[in-house]
Each structure stands twice: as C-alpha cells, then as structure tokens.
T-cell receptor, first 115, second 115 residues
C-alpha cells in the first residue's frame, strides 16, 4: 500500500542550527502539507503546497521556515535557525486530486528536539 | 476561527468495554468531520469521516455521527480490543479552494485497552 515516508524519525539539534526534514509523499499525489504537534498540544497546520508553490501557511510558518519540492519525489521542510520552541513532532501529509475531502495521508512523523 | 475540543485522556479500558470519546467543534460554514488514529510507531490514519449533518461514519467497528445541533462528532465502539490501543484525533476540514485546504485537529485522546 502506498505510504508517505519521513526522515529522520528523530533529530536532536542545537539551538540556532538549520534543520531539514524530508518527506516522500505518495507518488501520484498533488497536494502536500506539513503539520506539527508540540508535546501535549494540538496537531497544528503549518503549510500547504500545490503546483510548486505555497498555497497557504499559518502564523507559525514564519521566515525561519521554508518548504521545497526539489525533485519529483521529495518534499522538504527547512527550519533555518531552530529555537527551543520548535521542538515538536512534524508530520508530512499528501492528498491526491481525486481523493475525497479530508483524506490526507500522513507519514509517521519526525521528532525534532532542540537543545 | 475553527476549533476542535476532544476529551482529555488517557483513557484505559478493559477488553470488550464500550468506548466513547467526545468531540465538539466550532466552525463557520459546513465543515466535514473526521477521526484519525495513530497506532504506536505509525503515522496518522483516517479512521472515518462524515461530510454533512446526520451522516454517520463507520469503520472497523467504530462509529461517529455528525450532529449539527450539538456541534459534536463523538467516537464510539461497542467492544474494544487490545489492538485498538492508539491515539485518536478528531478533526474538521476547511476547504478554501484548490490546494488550499486545512485540517483543524483536537489534542488527541490516548486509549489503552488492557486484556
């Protein structure tokens, strides 16, 4: 069964360092998303990406964040200079154009710990 | 703005017990409603959904009915199994046009089923 894969599963970094989280969405999907969940809090929307550009972003997604689809398969989230409060589980998701409303397919998540 | 409130966990039940996880929402317009499940070590998976008032979503013995009058979408299962142990997330969708699409999640409820 097709699935969304994310790497790394866990990354520990020092405050101020750059981090890149990688995702391989399902191959024929067109819409891509990043969500995050700070421990004990809600899963929050960060950004959506369609047709090679950001279609929507939340207030959380400030200038420290960027997304890229560098080739036909990967979808990356970059945090330029990490802060302690960026520690969270980051989920990548994708959706195909023919899939019904809300049927996002999620990866297992990448846990980021900023020290 | 949109929001989802779900029952705080963790919830511990014996096998074959009845499960209810409460979920209420606040939204403008007519959102679709979802339950996602996250099994240990896996990503978020769509469990069931309902797209309009009075719709009942069902899957794997779980059910939830879209109640517009009470703005609720409570998850129920008549007889839980150990394999149902997971974190359950209630969510609503907010379609804003092609590629611009968000899910608003609740905090998640951890369910542990003991033999």
């Amino acid at each position: 069964e097709p699935e969304v894969t994310q790497t790394p599963s866990h990354q520990v970094t020092q405050m101020g360092q750059e981090v890149i989280l990688r995702c391989v969405p399902i191959s024929n999907h067109l819409y891509f998303y990043w969500y995050r969940q700070i421990l004990g809090q809600k899963v929050e929307f960060l950004v959506s990406f369609y047709n090679n550009e950001i279609s929507e972003k939340s207030e959380i997604f400030d200038d420290q964040f960027s997304v890229e689809r560098p080739d036909g398969s990967n979808f990356t989230l970059k945090i330029r200079s990490t802060k302690l409060e960026d520690s969270a589980m980051y989920f990548c998701a994708s959706r195909g154009s023919l899939v019904g409303a809300g049927e996002l397919f999620f990866g297992e998540g990448s846990r980021l710990t900023v020290l | 703005g949109n929001s989802v409130t779900q029952m705080e966990g963790p919830v511990t039940l014996s096998e074959e017990a009845f499960l209810t996880i409460n979920c209420t929402y606040t939204a403008t317009g007519y959102p679709s409603l979802f339950w996602y499940v996250q099994y240990p070590g896996e990503g978020l998976q769509l469990l069931l959904k309902a797209t309009k008032a009075d719709d009942k979503g069902s899957n794997k013995g779980f059910e939830a009915t879209y109640r517009k009058e009470t703005t609720s979408f409570h998850l129920e299962k008549g007889s839980v199994q150990v394999s149902d142990s997971a974190v359950y997330f209630c969510a609503l969708s907010d379609q804003r046009g092609a590629g611009s699409y968000q899910l608003t999640f609740g905090k998640g409820t951890k369910l542990s089923v003991i033999p």
